[in-house]
Nanobody, 116 residues
Framework: QLHLVESGGGLVQPGGSLRLSCADSKATSLSFYTVKWYRQSPGEQRELVAG???????DYAHFARDRFTISRDPAKKTVYLQMDNLEPRDTATYCC?????????WGKGTQVTVSP
C-alpha cells in the first residue's frame, strides 16, 4: 500500500520558486498511477493544481498553467511540481494524490508560504 510523502515546501518571497516532490516512502513506483497535486488554504476548499497521467498527459488549473510544471522522474519514482513566479495567493498546504482505478491515496502535504 502506498504511503505518499511530500517534500520541498517552505517560505519563499514573491517571485521565487519551489520544487515539490511526491514519492512513496517505500519507493514504490508511481508509473502506473495518475498523480495529482492539490492545495488547500485555511478556510478555503481544496483545489486541483496539476495532474500527471500514467501515459504522460498533464493538465493544470488555470492559475497554474503558466507558472507551474508537473513532471515525473521514473528512476527516482518521484513526481515533481515545479512552481515559479510564486505569489502570496499560492500560500497553501500542497498534497499529492495517487489514483488508480477507484483507489486514491493521499499524502499529508507540505506547507508553502509566499511572503515578503
Amino acid at each position: 500500500q502506498l504511503h505518499l510523502v511530500e517534500s520541498g515546501g517552505g517560505l519563499v518571497q514573491p517571485g521565487g520558486s519551489l520544487r515539490l516532490s511526491c514519492a512513496d516512502s517505500k519507493a514504490t513506483s508511481l508509473s502506473f498511477y495518475t498523480v495529482k497535486w492539490y492545495r488547500q488554504s485555511p478556510g478555503e476548499q481544496r483545489e486541483l493544481v496539476a495532474g500527471s497521467g500514467s501515459g504522460g498527459s498533464t493538465d493544470y488549473a488555470h492559475f497554474a498553467r503558466d507558472r507551474f510544471t508537473i513532471s515525473r522522474d521514473p528512476a527516482k519514482k518521484t513526481v515533481y511540481l515545479q512552481m515559479d513566479n510564486l505569489e502570496p495567493r499560492d500560500t497553501a498546504t500542497y498534497c499529492c494524490c495517487a489514483v488508480l482505478g477507484g483507489f486514491n491515496k493521499w499524502g499529508k502535504g507540505t506547507q508553502v508560504t509566499v511572503s515578503p
